[in-house]
């Protein structure tokens, strides 16, 4: 069965700070894998995905996600974190099928202190 | 571009009543179109996908029904709300061949 882990429910650190949000997966095949955000009351904001090609992905708003497959792990990273960088944060895998129907993670709190 | 919308915004419905929700896509033909509900502001539920017109699948059962009267408008429905159907509602959509979705602004709904 396909699914991810995001293992921490919050992640706190300091504005300015490099800030990493983990997530790993467990498909058959190879992986289609994104990250989304979400601010309150709003809607997902996709960021970035990997298919195929360079192992480092970038995104909006300064992400990036590296993804390692013999640690079956898709974590997301900024190196300087900005206080509206405080939002919650989705890690999901495609799955299979031909319905581009994604299963997410529980989400992790980014919580970037001033 | 391509834009999803949904109505209402939020809305307060007493147990039993009916529920009408709408989500239309605009710049896209033949979209895949999906519901989510959102519990406790954290993990995303896939209530419904639907790839075509007249073309539901359900992914849990539950109170609730889709429909998709057209190409780009996509519907949640119910007959009688529970108390538990109170939530945050997230419609999106998606293309063959670019696998990821694009999500609405989403409705806040709560059962009294």
């Known amino acids: 069965a396909q699914s991810v882990a995001q293992p921490e429910d919050q992640v706190n650190v300091a504005e300015g700070n490099p800030l990493t949000v983990k997530c790993t997966y467990s498909?058959?095949?190879?992986?289609?894998l994104f990250w989304y955000v979400q601010y309150p009351n709003r809607g997902l904001q996709f960021l970035l995905k990997?298919?195929?090609?360079?192992?480092l992905v970038k995104g909006s708003y300064g992400f990036e996600a590296e993804f390692n497959k013999s640690q079956t792990s898709f974590h997301l990273k900024k190196p300087s974190a900005l206080v509206s960088d405080s939002a919650l944060y989705f890690c999901?895998?495609?799955?299979?099928?031909?319905?581009?129907?994604?299963?997410f993670g529980t989400g992790t709190l980014l919580a970037v202190q001033p | 571009s391509q834009t999803i919308h949904q109505w209402p915004a939020t809305l307060v419905q007493p147990v039993g009543s009916p529920l009408s929700l709408e989500c239309t896509v605009e710049?896209?033909?033949?979209?895949?179109l999906y519901w989510y509900r959102q519990a406790a502001g954290r993990g995303l539920q896939l209530l419904f996908y639907?790839?075509?017109?007249?073309?539901i699948s359900s992914e849990v059962p539950q109170n609730l029904s889709a429909s998709r009267p057209q190409d780009r408008q996509f519907i949640l429905s119910s007959k009688k709300l529970l108390l538990s159907d109170s939530g945050f509602y997230l419609c999106?959509?998606?293309?063959?061949?670019?696998?990821?979705?694009?999500f609405g602004p989403g409705t806040r709904l709560t059962v009294l």
């Open positions: 999106a959509w998606s293309v063959w061949g670019t696998n990821e979705q694009f």
């Open positions: 498909v058959s095949g190879n992986p289609y």
């Open positions: 990997y298919i195929t090609g360079d192992n």
């Open positions: 999901a895998v495609r799955a299979r099928g031909a319905t581009n129907k994604l299963i």
């Open positions: 710049g896209t033909s033949n979209p895949n």
């Open positions: 639907s790839v075509g017109i007249g073309q």
